[in-house]
């Protein structure tokens, strides 16, 4: 069976620009492993506006199209398949899929990002996909003309409001404190915004409904006060969870160092504790989780690869 010079897991910014640089840099055998479509997260939004060289009004959809025909035409081989765990024996590395099938690999770029958190409000989970959303882009044509919630008080919520904003009769953005983490000309944007109205200092408490999906949130404040608010969807965008569970080995450990907040510790060149495994992204320590430093990452990492291998192999 052939192994592989480079593994790649997760398909997002940086998957496919490891992929781009290590096939363009002369690693012979390399696979990127993505679950879904190429393109990771960034898909899913509406607008992006700091991606260096992009201007004009551009979804994160479009942003993304090219870069896997680009990593392509180098030689990248893209494998659709959920990978459920890495290990290491030696000095080879095993990609285990889902299916119950194994590839080895002399090195891995992980690339596996990060995914929506749930806030936890009572019926969120029940109402998840009828009424209940965490893509704005995917599902918010279903609410044109209608009034929605959306929940959070960061860059995602911010911008995601005012997209919801121009779709939607009205959009009630609840927070719950009284400031934003939010860039501040995204929060001068909002304030500026008609039909957004700021519900602050309040958590959503429990969303309700019927069989055809959700009719109301209802969110109550610092006081304690409750307020029903009569709306058809709810979009709850409360931050990410880091995805490591493909490092998580037989015996519950880490296959490499990872801090409290299940982040993958690595060195300015994407290095981890484990020789030949490299993390990249959303997934890494003190990560900007930005697609320009995404990609950056998948860079270093490809070209710390290449030596790598050739070192093994030479
Ligand atoms: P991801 O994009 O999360 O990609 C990871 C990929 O790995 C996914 O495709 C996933 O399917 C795949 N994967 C995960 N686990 C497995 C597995 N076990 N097997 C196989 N495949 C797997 N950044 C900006 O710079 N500007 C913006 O305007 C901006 N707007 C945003 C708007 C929204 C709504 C969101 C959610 C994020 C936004 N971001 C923005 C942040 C940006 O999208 C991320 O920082 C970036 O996508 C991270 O890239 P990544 O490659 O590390 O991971
Ligand atoms: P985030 O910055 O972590 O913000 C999450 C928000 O949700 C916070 O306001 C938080 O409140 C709130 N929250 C968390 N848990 C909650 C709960 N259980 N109930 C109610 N509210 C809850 O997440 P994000 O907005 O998804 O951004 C993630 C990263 O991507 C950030 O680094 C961001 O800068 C980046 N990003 C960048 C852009 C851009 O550059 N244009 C766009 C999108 C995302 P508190 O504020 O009180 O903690």
Known sequence: MTILDCAIIGGGPAGLTAGLYTTRGGLENVTMFEKGMPGGQITNSSE???????TGEITGMDLMMPWPAQCQKFGLKHEMVNVVRVTKSNDLFTIHQEDGTTVDAHSVIMGTGSSPRRAGFTGEKDFLGRGVSTCATCDGF??????????????????EALYLAKICSKVYLVHRRDTFRSAPNTVERIKKSENIELILNSFPDEVYGDSAGVTGLRVKNRD???????????????????????LIQEDGTFLCDMNEQGQVIVDISMKTSVAGLFATGDMRIAAPKQVISAAGDGAVAALQAISYVDELLN
Request: without cysteine; negative net charge; proline residues 4%.
């Open 48 to 54: 992006i506006e700091n991606y260096p060289g992009v």
């Open 224 to 246: 304690g006060e409750s307020r029903d608010i009569s709306v058809p969807g709810i979009f709850t965008f409360v931050g990410n969870d880091v995805n490591n569970q493909t």
């Open 142 to 159: 279903f609410y044109k003309g209608k009034e929605v919630v959306v929940i959070g008080g960061g860059d995602t919520a911010l911008e």
